[in-house]
C-alpha cells in the first residue's frame, strides 16, 4: 500500500529502555516504511531503540551518550537534517521534542510532538511554550490528554487524537497454547492466573497488585499472580508466604508467549496517557480490571470488556479479580474485547499519523532547502 506524497521523516526518542512510547515509535515507523516514505530513527548511543531500529533495517542516526546534555549531539543532528532534509521531524518524548526544536529551528520542516503522558506541570507557561510554540502539531494518545493540554493552553486545532495501536493476533489463542504455557509456568489448568504487563515503577500500581494477590490468598487460593515486564523482582513487598503465588517472568519480547495462557488482565496504574497494554490483552481475547485513570475509560467499556476500580485501592483490585473469577461471562468479555481492540490497530494509527503529516504540509513537498 503506498501513498503520495511520500515523506522523509525523522523520528526521535531520548528513552534508554524499550518501553511503551519506543515500542510506538517503531511501530509507526514499520508502518510508515511499507508505505513508501523514508525515515531516520534518531536515538540515544546503546539504547535499546537503537539496538532495535539498527536489527530492523532502519537508518539511524545516534545521539552520543557521552554527551548528556546532547550540546555536541544537536549540532551533528542539525548537519545531517541540513544534509538529508526530512520534511517532518517527529518528537515522540518530551526530551525528544526540544532537542528536536533545537536542532531543526529555521529550517523548513515541520515538527510534530507526541504527548503520551498525563503529566502537567506546575508551571503552566513552560508547557505552553513547549507545545504552543516549538511544534505544528501535537499528538495526543487519548481524549484524556488532549482535554488537559488544552487546559494548560495549548490550541485545540493544534492537536491531534491519535490512540497508540496494536498489533491484532491474527486468531485468539487456542487451548494448547494455554495449556502449554501454564506448564512451562508450573501451573495448572484449574488456576486462576492474573496477568500484569509493565515496569516496576510507582506509576505502574505493581505494589497494588501483589498487595491485592495477599487479600485474595485464602478467598481465591488457585488465583497466581504473573508479571511480564519487570525486572526487579527483589524489589517487590512480597511476604514470603505470598512469593509463591506471584511468578516473574522478566521482560518479555513475544506477549504470545504470556498473553494466552491467562484468564484476566490486571492494570492497577496510578497515571496513564493511554493503556496500550490493556489493549494488547484484549486484542488477545481477555477482560481487564483496570484503574479509572487517564485514558483507560476510554478503552475498558465497564460490564462489557471489563471492570473499572478506583487507583491506589488494594481492596478494590481484590474485590474485582474475586468478581471475575466467579463470573460466568468472562469469555464474552474477552471476545467483546478483541472486537473493540480492532478498533486501535496499528493500521489505523499509522493511517492517522500520514493524514496528519499530509493536513500540516498542506500535501506539498518542499524540496527547496
Known amino acids: 500500500m503506498t501513498s503520495s506524497p511520500h515523506f522523509r521523516i525523522a523520528h526521535i526518542d531520548t528513552g534508554q529502555s524499550l518501553r511503551g512510547g519506543q515500542r510506538q515509535m517503531l511501530m509507526l515507523a514499520r508502518g510508515l516504511r511499507d508505505r513508501g516514505h523514508e525515515q531516520v530513527i534518531v536515538s540515544i548511543e546503546g ?9 530492523e533495517g532502519f537508518r539511524v542516526f545516534s545521539l552520543p551518550l557521552s554527551d548528556p546534555a546532547h550540546a555536541f549531539g544537536i ?12 520534511h517532518i521531524v517527529h518528537a515522540h518524548d518530551g526530551r525528544g521534542q526540544t532537542l528536536a526544536w533545537l536542532a531543526s529551528a529555521g529550517l523548513p520542516v515541520k515538527r510534530v510532538a507526541s504527548r503520551r503522558v ?4 506546575s508551571a503552566l507557561w513552560t508547557y505552553r511554550l513547549k507545545y504552543r510554540r516549538t511544534c505544528h502539531a501535537v499528538i495526543a494518545i487519548s481524549e484524556k490528554i488532549r482535554a488537559l493540554s488544552v487546559q494548560a493552553g495549548v490550541p485545540p486545532e493544534q492537536i491531534a487524537v491519535i490512540p497508540d495501536g496494536i498489533e491484532i493476533p491474527p486468531e485468539l489463542p487456542i487451548a494448547s497454547e494455554r495449556l502449554s504455557l501454564r506448564k512451562s509456568w508450573q501451573c495448572r489448568e484449574h488456576d486462576f492466573l492474573v496477568g500484569f504487563l509493565g515496569a516496576s515503577t510507582p506509576e505502574k500500581g505493581l505494589d497494588v497488585a501483589v498487595a491485592a494477590m495477599e487479600l485474595l490468598a485464602k478467598k481465591i487460593p488457585n488465583a497466581r499472580l504473573i508479571l511480564a515486564g519487570s525486572d526487579k523482582p527483589g524489589e517487590l513487598p512480597v511476604s514470603e508466604k505470598s512469593r509463591t503465588r506471584i511468578l516473574n517472568l522478566g521482560p518479555i519480547e513475544d506477549l504470545g508467549n504470556f498473553m494466552p495462557g491467562l484468564d484476566l488482565f490486571i492494570m492497577p496504574s496510578r497515571a496513564e496517557g493511554l493503556g496500550s497494554s490493556a489493549l494488547w490483552a484484549m ?8 484503574t479509572r485513570v487517564g485514558g483507560l475509560p476510554e478503552i475498558i467499556v465497564e460490564n462489557e470488556t471489563g471492570w473499572l476500580i478506583p487507583p491506589g485501592s488494594p481492596q478494590a483490585l ?3 479479580i474475586l468478581q471475575a473469577s466467579a463470573d460466568r461471562r468472562l469469555t464474552e468479555f474477552g471476545r467483546r474485547g478483541r472486537q473493540r481492540a480492532e478498533g486501535f490497530s496499528a493500521d489505523i ?3 492517522r499519523t500520514e493524514a496528519l503529516y499530509r493536513r500540516i504540509t498542506g500535501g506539498i513537498i518542499d524540496e527547496s532547502f
Open 118 to 121: 498525563t503529566f502537567i506541570p
Open 318 to 320: 481484590a474485590e474485582a
Open 283 to 290: 486484542a488477545y481475547g481477555l477482560p481487564v480490571v483496570a
Open 349 to 351: 494509527m499509522v493511517s
Open 75 to 86: 549540532i551533528l543532528w542539525r548537519q545531517q537534517l541540513k544534509d538529508w532534509r526530512p
Open 47 to 55: 539504547s535499546r531503540a537503537e539496538e532495535r531500529a539498527q536489527q
